[in-house]
């Protein structure tokens, strides 16, 4: 249950739960590769959050479009990072039409982000969206959080940390857990002294199949699709991979 209050807007408690320098710098040599060996230079970040990978983009001198469905997340986008005719921010839903004066060398959405679409059809509307935006011989690149790795049934606990937010002192608690074929994404706030308050959820995740990936994504365009069980380029193993990333090229 939740409480009402400090925690209406939770964009300071998924900020706080993620080391971003730390998470950047595991990424990054992921990323170069990929773009390098598909003469990326412009780039559209579907569902990008607050801007992070936008904006590390950005600074290699790629010319980026960040957008999101949340209104607060491009605000504070455009605070942290910036805006420029090279990194340029935009509201919008991750099923809606990608707008631009040219097409796009790559489209990605990453943060587990196509995960939280609300049905199967609205996952193959935006993988039609992403490839719509790109050009012949572009990508798009998705990551998921590999949801078979986990048992079925029980949460499986990640985080646990006190932290200062703009709010006051808190503790977040993180997890995931999988019932058949859907997962969630399991969060506990509780703020610290007087008149503590407390805010839980349980946010559902599409489980997401290798193979339904390809079969969406060839049908919005898909010339050749690779899978990766994580940003080290390792194989994806379905029973033990952290991630599912799809690298497909139009």
């Known amino acids: 249950m939740s409480e009402p209050g400090l925690f209406r807007d939770l964009t300071e408690v998924y900020e706080a739960m993620v080391n971003w320098p730390q998470r950047l710098a595991r990424e990054e040599p992921f ?10 230079r412009r780039v559209v970040d579907v569902a990008c959050g607050v801007g992070h990978h936008a904006a590390l983009f950005q600074r290699w001198g790629l010319s980026v479009e ?3 469905v949340s209104p607060a997340m491009i605000e504070r986008a455009r ?6 005719p090279d990194l340029r921010w935009a509201v919008r839903s991750f099923d809606q039409p990608i707008s631009a ?3 796009f060398d790559a489209a990605i959405c990453a943060g587990n982000s196509l995960a939280l679409a609300a049905d199967r059809p609205m996952v193959g509307q935006t993988l039609q969206q992403m490839f719509a935006a790109v ?9 998921v959080l590999n949801l078979w790795r986990f048992p079925d049934g029980p949460c499986v606990w990640q985080k646990c940390q006190r932290t200062v937010l703009p709010q006051g002192e808190v503790v977040i608690v993180k997890g995931v857990h999988r019932s058949g074929q859907q997962g969630f994404l399991d969060l ?28 969406r994504a060839r049908a919005a365009g898909a010339f050749r699709c690779e899978f990766f069980g994580g940003y080290q380029g390792e194989t994806y193993v379905r029973e033990s991979s952290v991630d599912l990333i799809l690298v497909a090229r139009r």
């Open 31 to 40: 990323y170069r590769r990929v773009f390098a060996a598909h003469q990326v």
């Open 66 to 68: 960040g957008a999101d």
């Open 188 to 215: 506990i706030v509780i703020s610290l002294g007087p008149g503590s308050e407390r805010h839980t959820e349980s946010t559902p995740l599409l489980g997401l199949e290798a193979g339904e990936l390809e079969a």
């Open 101 to 103: 004066d040219e097409t």
């Open 135 to 143: 050009r012949p011989g572009g990508i798009v690149v998705v990551q």
């Open 79 to 84: 605070r942290q990072h910036g805006e420029s």
